[in-house]
């Protein structure tokens, strides 16, 4: 069975990535964030629902320091944020720039089946309004307290 939610881990392509981070070697980690987020911002071909639910796990992971709520719907988030923590895999410039890129191909509707699969419907708005809030918070984590 199939879950497919608006949530960031509301599905099942997040909550197999995020498990998939968790049986990485931990020095592996840094470079599967990355790569689920390049998967999105350099896509050559059509995004898959998957890649962009994925892409959306890494970067609220990323974020979580920032505002762990973008954790919510994940299996124990305080603890998935602890383990993350741990592993030192920082927000980086390089990361920062390919996730801020990451989200605006995420909201391009063109050649994006998740878009599709959120076209004009509620969830959808919610979803839409996931990833805005997500680069929200991206714009401000990279601001000066």
């Given at each position: 069975m199939t879950t497919t939610g608006p949530g960031i881990f509301e599905n099942d392509a997040a909550q197999d990535f995020l498990t998939?981070?968790?049986?990485?070697?931990?020095?592996?980690?840094?470079?599967?964030?990355s790569a689920a987020l390049r998967a999105v911002a350099q896509a050559e071909k059509p995004l898959t629902a998957a890649d962009v639910q994925s892409a959306l796990a890494a970067l609220a992971l990323l974020l979580a320091e920032?505002?762990?709520?973008?954790?919510?719907g994940a299996t124990d988030p305080t603890a998935v944020q602890a383990w993350f923590v741990d592993l030192e895999v920082e927000l980086t410039?390089?990361?920062?720039?390919?996730?801020?890129a990451?989200?605006?191909?995420?909201l391009l509707a063109q050649d994006n089946g998740w878009a599709d699969l959120w076209a004009?419907?509620?969830?959808?708005?919610?979803?839409?309004?996931?990833?805005?809030?997500?680069?929200?918070?991206?714009?401000?984590?990279?601001?000066p307290e």
């Open positions: 998939k981070l968790q049986s990485a070697p931990p020095t592996a980690v840094g470079d599967l964030v920032f505002d762990g709520d973008v954790l919510t410039p390089s990361r920062r720039q390919i996730a801020d990451t989200t605006s191909r995420i004009d419907s509620e969830d959808g708005r919610r979803a839409r309004s996931t990833v805005k809030a997500l680069r929200d918070l991206l714009a401000d984590s990279a601001s």
